[in-house]
C-alpha cells in the first residue's frame, strides 16, 4: 500500500497542514509506504529556519520523525524556485522535485490526499 499526501498549505495559519502530516503518521501506523511533496505555498514548509515557540506545533519536526520513518518528502523545485526555496534555504530532508514526479507518486498510489 502507497499513500501519497499533497500539502500547498503554509506552515501556520491554516490547519491543513498538520492534518496532512497527521493523515501521514496514521498511513504508516496502517502499514503504508508514505511519500509526502510539497507544492505551491507548502514548500515554505521546506525551510529550514523555522522555529516556533516551544509551546506551538513545529511542522519541521514533524517532517523529521516521518523521514526518520522512511518517509520520503519532497518539494516542488519551480514552486520553491517562486518563493525562495531551494536546496540552500531548504532542510536536508527534502528533496528537489518536479510535477512529472509527482504524477508518477500518484500514478503508483493507491491512496493520495490534498491538503
Known amino acids: 500500500m502507497h499513500t501519497v499526501i499533497v500539502i500547498t498549505t503554509l506552515p501556520y495559519g491554516n490547519p491543513s497542514t498538520f492534518e496532512g502530516l497527521n ?4 498511513c504508516l501506523e496502517n502499514g503504508s509506504r508514505v511519500s509526502i511533496f510539497l507544492y505551491g505555498d507548502g514548500v515554505y514548509n521546506a525551510l529550514k529556519g523555522i522555529n516556533p515557540p516551544q509551546d506551538e506545533h513545529n511542522p519541521l519536526k514533524m517532517f523529521m520523525e516521518l523521514a526518520d520513518k522512511g518517509v520520503k518528502i519532497y518539494y516542488c ?23 512529472s514526479y509527482l504524477a508518477t507518486l500518484l500514478i503508483d498510489a493507491n491512496n493520495s490526499y490534498c491538503y
Open 77 to 99: 523545485q519551480s514552486a520553491g524556485l517562486r518563493r525562495g526555496v531551494d536546496q540552500s534555504t531548504a532542510s536536508e530532508i527534502f528533496e528537489k522535485s518536479s510535477l
Open 23 to 26: 493523515k501521514a503518521f496514521a
